[in-house]
């Protein structure tokens, strides 16, 4: 199954910051947009960035103005670079690669932990 790899998670002090990747598989063309959503325990899914083919993006309230979402075509990767990070951004980080065919891809997810 074609999926997107996600990388860059872990565990950081509140204030720090983490880079994430979301590698898509196969061509650029194709891809609509790529999103990045996160899931804490006992929560519900949640839409934290995105950037469309075009180079709109859209933020989640909680994140405007600490995370910046960031694409590299030749390298069919989309960046989460996350700043000021707080206990609360604590959450299972999922990238969703949707194509023009209307297929989405989702990838397995990445650990980010923030705690002192």
């Known amino acids: 199954q074609v999926q997107p790899v996600e990388s860059g998670g872990g565990l950081v002090q509140p204030g720090g910051s983490l880079r994430l990747s979301c590698a898509a598989s196969g061509s650029i063309f194709g891809i609509n947009a790529i999103t990045w959503y996160r899931q804490a325990l006992g929560k519900q899914r949640e839409l934290v960035a995105g950037i469309t083919s075009g180079g709109s993006i859209v933020y989640g309230d909680s994140v405007k103005g600490r995370f910046t979402i960031s694409g590299d075509n030749a390298k069919n990767t989309v960046y989460l670079q996350m700043n000021n990070l707080k206990p609360e951004d604590t959450a299972v980080y999922y990238c969703?690669?949707?194509?023009?065919?209307?297929?989405?891809?989702w990838g397995q997810g990445t650990q980010v932990t923030v705690s002192s």
């Open positions: 969703c690669v949707d194509r023009v065919t209307g297929r989405s891809e």
